[in-house]
């Protein structure tokens, strides 16, 4: 099983995610994140989100942004989209026997908030959003129930 996480700029939220994740299912699973925009290529997550994570236990600072790609859709199973947003940019992307792969990450329609432009405590918020979620989803592909 192979999860992508997708956000916008692929610095934020989505290496929480990816990081979160991984921490909950372990070595037996690959999980990687990328951007729907290529402009933060290459760089380390966002210092704010690197230091969430360490506060949490969970070490980012090795991931790079890069962009999502169509080879994306073969490769993973699951492809986990922050908001809305990421959620129509990456459908768009998909081809139509691919789309099914393609989620927001919280449930009832609900978004995981842009930090970037705000404070710490988006960080934090979003820390916990996801989490919650990445606990639900780690719980499910362990009982083969997503
Ligand atoms: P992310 O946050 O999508 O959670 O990585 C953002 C990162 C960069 C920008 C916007 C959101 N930006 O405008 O450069």
Do not use: W
Request: hydrophobic share 35%; charged share 30%.
């Amino acid at each position: 099983m192979k999860i992508l996480m997708v956000c916008l700029g692929n610095i934020c939220r989505s290496p929480l995610a990816e990081g979160i994740l991984k921490h909950k299912l372990g070595d037996d699973y690959f999980v990687d994140s990328a951007g729907t925009i290529n402009y933060h290529e290459g760089s380390q997550p966002d210092e704010r989100s690197i230091r969430t994570a360490t506060k949490n236990g969970i070490d980012i600072s090795t991931q790079k942004s890069r962009p999502i790609t169509k080879s994306d859709f073969d490769k993973f199973d699951l492809i986990f989209c922050m908001d809305k947003n990421n959620y129509k940019d990456v459908l768009k992307l998909a081809d139509d026997s691919q789309k099914h792969k393609v989620r927001l990450i919280l449930d009832n329609e609900l978004e995981v908030p842009d930090p970037y432009f705000g404070g710490i405590d988006g960080f934090d918020k979003v820390y916990n959003m996801l989490d919650e979620s990445c606990e639900i989803i780690a719980e499910k592909i362990k009982n083969n129930s997503i």
